[in-house]
């Protein structure tokens, strides 16, 4: 006897060799049979709602999205003087010596750059951290400045890309029960917008990680049955370090045990090597190979390219799969090089080597990146919120390469959406919307040529997203003897209107056959 039986269902099974269905049979946490009148223990009748295979987010920062539902923010903040009186009172209410964190920062808003001096006048004794929501560059007060190495560059408080990860060293480590609080949060989020499985974009060291033991947060949640959603963890590319293996195994640098990408279950598993090339564009620090419109510079790498390249090369003769984040054409450039190098010295024709944003490529470039094999993963919400101020520092002539979505699918590379969350909200069904339509908050409509179909942006959030995870054998979509995770849908994202697709309620989200958000009746 099936445990649930789903009838009157419009289900969009993602599977070619059997496209759509009416009825879903779950069994022991897995899809068991379409289309076939079962006994079940349960029987739900869906009135006509849409089933789909669970949504995965390829790119995700779960413990930096809960902490960011609680801790202070000035995101709404417009002038400096507001955003120095919210630190101030979140100051007021720490201990002297403790740290405050303060999220939702950004210049663009505020028309300016707070400075150390202005933190110190508000902060007494207490070590401010204000992040700027691109998790490319912070601000902190004399109290932070005062502890870092003397060689760290800022400019009045203001510290980029490598500079900002030194204070995120300081600021390690969380507790694990500060970080498991923070990741169930973000999950149950996820939940609620229909997504049932993420690549959680990095931990442990650099600019994203949040402490040396952050696996046993992810452990402690799942031992208890308190985490959401399946996770996979990307392990920061920094905490590479020589092993003394045999000469004859080829590893040069790993992590302890000789641990890499796969180890773990279909709940919870180590996912690729996360690598950073350069910084981002909200922070005006994505590496281009010509200047910012209006700006005097062009950004910056994140290390120099041999670093760069060091790390790449050593984590693919690992054995690891690698998430490359390169934003900018100059840092794709970077990682193309890198990829191009460590496939002749090492082939390995299934690594699924990511490149994580791939915000701007250059038309020469699609080539080059197709034939190194490696997944676009691109974030559409990006656009959909940010798209003017993009496209005002792009300028019009590279708008149009902006977070591709038509070329890539045309010069045959794998196309997968993700949200980056918090950057910007994650949720999935807008990002599908701005896939479709390419058209931004404002209406503004960004490289239409780049626009693709609905069932082409769904296969970004669901089989093309758990290839990139390397879960296709169990998730992407609904096939009998995969997981039971799927995304009920109040209605059909190929029949409305694509301008219609981000406001679809999503009725419940199930996990493993499991109601994990919404009700069933």
């Not at 059997?18 to 079962?38: K, M, N, Q, S, Y």
């Not at 920062?105 to 006048?121: I, K, P, S, V």
């Not at 701005?434 to 082409?456: K, L, N, W, Y």
Request: proline share 5%; with cysteine.
């Amino acid at each position: 006897m099936l445990d649930l039986l789903l009838t009157n269902a419009d289900v969009i099974t993602m599977d070619p060799a059997r496209p759509t269905a009416r009825r879903v049979g779950v069994w022991r946490g897995r899809i068991f049979a379409l289309d076939e009148a079962l006994p079940a223990e349960r029987i739900v009748d869906l009135q006509g709602a849409t089933v789909l295979p669970g949504l995965i987010d390829a790119h995700v920062h779960l413990a930096w999205t809960g902490f960011e539902q609680i801790n202070p923010s000035i995101a709404a903040c417009a002038t400096p003087d507001e955003a120095l009186a919210i630190i101030g009172a979140a100051a007021a209410a720490r201990a002297p010596g403790d740290w405050v964190d303060i999220v939702g920062y950004d210049q663009r808003t505020l028309g300016r750059h707070l400075t150390a001096a202005e933190l110190d006048a508000v902060s007494s004794s207490r070590k401010v951290h204000v992040v700027h929501q691109s998790g490319h560059a912070c601000v902190v007060n004399s109290s932070v400045l005062d502890l870092l190495p003397a060689e760290v560059p800022h400019e009045d408080g203001l510290l980029a890309e490598s500079g900002m990860a030194a204070v995120r060293n300081l600021r390690r480590p969380y507790s694990v029960g500060e970080l498991a609080g923070a990741i169930e949060r973000a999950g149950r989020t996820c939940l609620s917008e229909g997504i049932t499985a993420a690549s959680e974009a990095g931990i442990a060291g650099g600019m994203v990680g949040h402490s040396a033991a952050e696996v046993a947060a992810y452990q402690l949640l799942d031992d208890t049955g308190r985490l959401p959603i399946r996770v996979q963890l990307m392990v920061a590319a920094d905490v590479l370090h020589p092993l003394a293996a045999h000469p004859s195994d080829g590893i040069p640098r790993g992590v302890d045990l000789g641990l890499r990408t796969g180890f773990g279950g279909d709940r919870l598993a180590i996912g690729a090597l996360k690598v950073f090339t350069d910084g981002g564009m909200m922070a005006r620090t994505a590496a281009l190979t010509r200047d910012y419109e209006g700006l005097d510079h062009n950004g910056q790498l994140f290390a120099d390219p041999d670093v760069i390249r060091g790390h790449i090369l050593d984590g693919h003769l690992a054995g690891w799969q690698l998430a490359i984040h390169a934003i900018g054409d100059r840092a794709v450039d970077v990682a193309l090089d890198a990829l191009e190098q460590a496939q002749r010295a090492h082939p390995r024709p299934d690594a699924r080597h990511r490149i994580e944003h791939a915000g701007l490529v250059r038309p020469d470039q699609l080539k080059r990146f197709a034939g190194t094999g490696a997944i676009a993963v691109i974030q559409p919400n990006f656009l959909w919120y940010n798209g003017d101020d993009y496209v005002s520092i792009m300028g019009d002539d590279r708008a149009a390469w902006l977070y591709r979505g038509r070329a890539f699918l045309d010069h045959g590379i794998t196309l997968v959406g993700s949200s980056d969350r918090p950057v910007t909200p994650g949720a999935p069904l807008r990002a599908i919307q701005f896939m479709v339509s390419r058209s931004a908050s404002t209406g503004r409509v960004i490289g239409p040529d780049e626009g693709i179909t609905v069932q082409e942006a769904l296969r970004a959030y669901t089989v093309d997203a758990a290839h990139a995870l390397r879960w296709d054998h169990a998730l992407g979509s609904i096939t009998p003897g995969k997981h039971a995770d799927l995304t009920i849908l109040a209605d059909d994202p190929h029949r409305v209107d694509p301008s219609r697709i981000a406001e679809i309620d999503v009725v419940a989200t199930v996990v493993a056959g499991d109601v994990a958000y919404g009700t069933l009746n």
